[in-house]
């Protein structure tokens, strides 16, 4: 059964305002499997903002100096059998 798509007025969770959620957003929120939003395009770019301020507020007082919002998404432990985990096994079998 495939149902077609209407533009759908929707009232946003924060302003309380309605916005149209247009047949090519809802098309691109069903092929990425997202959820049908609940605010507004300007309640979620303010959120997201407040959001991204808050992230990089926690980075400045928690995170080493130098570690940016990018290089905490990428610093890891390495992986088993890694050349740094290998040399400090043998390091180990020395003493």
């Known amino acids: ?3 077609e ?3 759908k007025e929707i009232f946003c969770q924060d302003c309380k305002e309605p916005f ?6 809802q098309s691109f929120f069903l092929s990425k499997n997202f959820a049908v939003p609940k605010r507004c395009p300007d309640c979620r770019k ?4 407040v ?10 007082e928690v995170a080493p100096e130098g ?5 905490a998404k990428s610093v890891s432990s390495p992986a088993p059998g890694s050349y740094s985990e290998a040399s400090s096994n ?3 079998e020395k003493t």
Not at 46 to 49: A, V
Not at 51 to 60: M, V
Not at 67 to 71: C, G, I, L
């Open 5 to 7: 798509l209407v533009d």
């Open 51 to 60: 959001d991204r301020k808050k992230r990089n507020q926690f980075l400045k």
């Open 90 to 92: 043998e390091e180990e």
């Open 67 to 71: 570690v940016t919002d990018e290089t």
């Open 20 to 25: 149209v959620f247009s047949k090519g957003e």
């Open 46 to 49: 303010s959120r997201r903002k």
């Open 1 to 3: 059964m495939v149902t």
